[in-house]
C-alpha cells in the first residue's frame, strides 16, 4: 500500500485481478442460499421463551390423543367414599426409607361441627404407585376398550393428586379430558376464521371500490357489539336438545364468526400492498385469473404472518369457550372442558370450603400464556430479515 501525498486514503499499486474478490464463509452462504421458512425457523429458534411454549404446546396437543392412558381414572369414575376429597399426598420416604412414590391409605372422618369430611392417612399401610398399569377400563377415541394407564393406584388404595368434585371423581383425570375438548375448539375455531377472513380479506384488499366498502361496513357492525353479551345472546339460541357433538360444533361457529374479522382485516391490509407489486402486474398482464394471482402469488407472500395472527386468535377462542360454559351457555355435560369444570366453582361459598375446585383455571392460564409467548415469537420471526 502507497499514501498518496494529494489523497490522504490507502491506494493500493498492485494491477487489478478480477479473481481476488472477497470470499464467502460457509456461514454467509448457508444464510444467503437459505429459503424464508428456513430464516423464519433460524430467528424463531432464538426466541427462547416462544421456542419453549412452542414445544409445550406441541406436547399439549400430543397428550389429547392420548388422555384415557393419561389419566389415572376413567372420566365418569366415582368414588362415593371420597367425596370433596382434598388434594391426596404423594410421598418417597416411610420411617426414613426411600420407597420410592407411594400414598397412605387415605379416609375420611365426619366433624359433627361443621358437618364436614375431614380426610386423614393411615401412616402404618402404604400404597406404591403402579406405572403402565392396569385400571379403570375406557373406549380409546370410541375405538376399542382398554384399561392401560400412565400410572394408578395400587389396589385398595386412591390417588387424587388434585382431588376430588362433589360426585367424587378425580378432578386431574377430568382435566386432563377437558384439555382435549378446550383446546381443539381452538383449532377448529380458527380454521374456520381463517377461511372466512382470507376470504373476505382478500378480496377486500384485491378488488378495492365498493367490494371493499361493503366488507369493511360488515366488519365494523360485527365488532361494534359487546362480545360477551354477543356471545351469550348466540349460544342461547342453541337448542338444549342438541346432542353434546351438535353443541361443540355450534359453539365452535359461533367463536369463529366473531374472531375472523381481525384476521380479514389483516389479510386486506397485506393485499392492497401486494396488489401493486410488480409480480402481480406481471401476472395480470400473462392472463392469470384472480383467483391464481391470489392463491399462488399473494397468499404465500404473507402466510407466516396470517400463521402468526393466528396462533395469537387461539388464546381468544379458548377463553371465549371458557367463558361460555363458566356461564352455563356453552358447552354442557357430559361433554367436559376446562369451562364446564369451572361451571362447579361458581358458588364462593364452595370455593371458600373447596379450593381445589378452581385448580382447571390453571391450565387455561398456562396454556393461554404458552400460545401468546408462541405468537409473540413467530410474529417477530415471520420476517427474518427485520432487525
Known amino acids: 500500500m502507497n499514501r498518496n501525498p494529494a489523497n490522504p486514503h490507502y491506494i493500493s499499486i498492485e494491477p487489478y485481478d478480477p479473481n481476488a474478490l472477497e470470499q464467502v464463509t460457509k456461514a454467509q452462504e448457508k444464510f444467503l442460499l437459505a429459503s424464508q421458512w428456513q430464516l423464519i425457523w433460524w430467528k424463531f429458534k432464538q426466541h427462547k421463551l416462544a421456542y419453549w411454549s412452542g414445544v409445550f404446546i406441541v406436547l399439549l396437543y400430543i397428550s389429547i390423543l392420548i388422555c384415557e392412558f393419561l389419566a389415572p381414572y376413567n372420566l365418569h369414575t366415582r368414588n362415593t367414599d371420597h367425596i370433596y376429597s382434598p388434594p391426596q399426598p404423594v410421598h418417597w420416604f416411610h420411617e426414613g426409607e426411600f420407597i420410592g412414590p407411594f400414598v397412605y391409605r387415605w379416609y375420611n372422618t365426619l366433624d359433627m361441627e361443621v358437618l364436614q369430611r375431614i380426610y386423614h392417612e ?45 360426585l367424587g371423581r378425580d378432578m386431574l383425570s377430568r382435566i386432563i379430558y377437558g384439555a382435549r375438548i378446550s383446546t381443539t375448539i381452538g383449532l377448529v375455531g380458527i380454521t374456520i376464521s381463517i377461511v372466512l377472513g382470507i376470504i373476505f380479506g382478500s378480496l377486500a384488499g384485491y378488488y378495492g371500490g365498493w367490494v371493499d366498502n361493503v366488507v369493511q361496513r360488515v366488519i365494523e357492525m360485527i365488532r361494534s357489539f359487546p362480545e360477551l353479551p354477543l356471545w351469550m345472546s348466540l349460544s342461547a339460541i342453541i337448542p338444549v336438545t342438541w346432542s353434546p357433538i351438535w353443541v361443540f360444533f355450534g359453539i365452535t361457529i359461533i367463536l369463529a364468526l366473531m374472531d375472523w374479522t381481525g384476521l380479514a382485516r389483516a389479510v386486506r391490509s397485506k393485499f392492497l400492498s401486494l396488489r401493486e407489486e410488480d409480480y402481480t402486474m406481471a401476472a395480470q398482464l400473462m392472463g392469470a385469473s384472480t383467483r391464481r394471482i391470489i392463491r399462488w402469488h399473494l397468499l404465500p407472500s404473507f402466510t407466516s404472518h396470517l400463521i402468526a395472527s393466528a396462533t395469537l386468535s387461539i388464546p381468544a377462542m379458548i377463553l371465549g369457550e371458557t367463558a361460555l360454559s363458566f356461564l352455563g351457555l356453552g358447552l354442557r355435560p357430559p361433554i367436559t372442558s376446562w369451562g364446564v369444570l369451572l361451571s362447579e366453582a361458581q358458588n364462593i361459598n364452595v370455593v371458600a370450603i373447596y379450593p381445589w375446585l378452581l385448580m382447571p383455571v390453571l391450565p387455561v392460564i398456562i396454556v393461554i400464556l404458552a400460545f401468546n409467548f408462541f405468537g409473540d415469537g413467530l410474529r417477530d420471526a415471520a420476517d427474518p430479515y427485520k432487525n
Open 122 to 166: 393411615d401412616t402404618s399401610q402404604v400404597y406404591p404407585l403402579r406405572f403402565f398399569c392396569r385400571g379403570d377400563e375406557y373406549e380409546f377415541w370410541g375405538l376399542f376398550t382398554s384399561n392401560v394407564h400412565l400410572v394408578c393406584p395400587a389396589p385398595g388404595s386412591t390417588l387424587f393428586l388434585l382431588g376430588t368434585d362433589r
